[in-house]
């Protein structure tokens, strides 16, 4: 999981056109205590609906002790495709191009590339979940759950949020499995993700993802910051600032350039 996301978010986001500014919106209302499927249906409505969208963005990570900041644009054609392009003072940097079945990335500095799929990514880190629509998922501040929903059970909390838990939680912490993850999803009383824990109780790896600010645009539920710790042998950390969304569908661009070489995940 760590590899994927150093591996793609930094390749994720200076769009115009019927552009929709940055407008942070509160949660409002309470939560209230109700039947699992009764809280997924209340879920799925919020879930926005759209065809295509642009999204702006800025990217500040800190991985391996190293700080990095830049320009994204990401383009997301739902549950089809995700392109991003990552640049600097407006020279592109990288450009990735990732669909249901193929995850491919270039690095025009390095002059390498990189031609996969899910099921590789999958294989090299031993987990068992990673997919397209789950990746989506992360990026939009939607639940992905990793598991059937009845397999999880849902509790209302005295500061008013909605949290997800999986049922095997505690006896994954006193029996750990390989591929088996401790994870809970925390949301507020507008069903909006607000924080995710996942962990590797194998490894003692543990994911934090929380998307502390959300904007409502045409209707539609969309965060404003996404952040992502990984605690694990190191601490790394990736900050997604959404600033401008465009609701157009485009056809982005994506080649990797002739006399690159083919970099291998090991």
Not at 170 to 199: A, G
């Amino acid at each position: 999981m760590k590899k994927i996301l150093l591996l793609i978010v930094p390749f994720i986001f200076a769009m115009n056109s019927c552009t929709t500014q940055k407008k942070v919106v509160a949660a409002t209302g309470e939560v209230k205590d109700q039947a699992l499927t009764s809280f997924y249906a209340n879920y799925q409505q919020h879930i926005p609906d759209f065809d295509g969208v642009q999204i702006k963005s800025k990217i500040r990570t800190d991985i391996k002790g190293k700080s990095l900041s830049a320009n994204l644009r990401l383009y997301i054609k739902n549950n089809e495709q995700i392109w991003a392009n990552a640049s600097i003072f407006g020279i592109t940097g990288a450009r990735a191009n990732i669909t249901p079945n193929k995850v491919q990335v270039y690095s025009v500095l390095e002059r390498e590339y990189i031609n996969s799929n899910f099921d590789y990514f999958n294989n090299m880190l031993n987990v068992n979940f990673i997919n397209y629509e789950r990746l989506q998922e992360l990026l939009l501040g939607q639940l992905f759950l990793i598991k059937d929903l009845n397999q999880y059970e849902i509790e209302t909390t005295d500061d008013n949020q909605y949290v997800l838990s999986y049922k095997e939680n505690q006896t994954l912490e006193r029996n750990p499995k390989k591929n088996e993850y401790i994870h809970t999803f925390y949301l507020d009383s507008n069903y909006r993700l607000r924080k995710v824990e996942i962990t590797d109780p194998t490894s003692k790896t543990n994911i934090i993802a929380t998307y502390d600010e959300w904007q409502l645009l045409d209707g539609k539920n969309f965060p404003s910051l996404v952040k992502v710790l990984i605690n694990g042998k190191q601490k790394d950390k990736i900050e997604l600032d959404y600033t401008n969304f465009v609701f157009e569908e485009m056809n982005p661009p994506f080649k990797i350039p002739e006399g690159y070489t083919e970099k291998k995940i090991k």
